[in-house]
């Protein structure tokens, strides 16, 4: 999960506790999240969700597109449950 995912995701489900769920990241990840934890921090709920939106789908159109390079087939071709597949395998990989 990307960095600002988590952040908007920690926002919006358990702002007051985000802050302690940081520490169990990788150490390599914490600075940039108290960051941006930091930055989002002041925008509404109704903006942070929309932002969260527009991240996921950014992030989803990535997977896609390289697992599409990986295979050679668009998604749009394929049934849902290979879809699915599809996007895990390249979401792990």
Do not use: S, Y
């Not at 668009?74 to 849902?80: A, S, V």
Request: aromatic letters at 8%; charged letters at 35%.
């Amino acid at each position: 999960m990307r960095e600002d995912t988590f952040c908007f995701f920690g926002l919006l489900c358990g702002r007051q506790r985000l802050n302690e769920v940081v520490p169990l990241l990788p150490a390599e990840r914490q600075a940039a999240v108290r960051e941006l934890i930091g930055k989002l921090g002041e925008i509404p709920a109704a903006d942070v969700r929309a932002r969260w939106k527009q991240a996921r789908d950014t992030e989803a159109d990535e997977l896609c597109k390289r697992a599409a390079e990986e295979t050679g087939i668009r998604q749009e071709f394929l049934p849902p449950f290979l879809r699915d597949w599809i996007f895990e395998r390249a979401r792990h990989a």
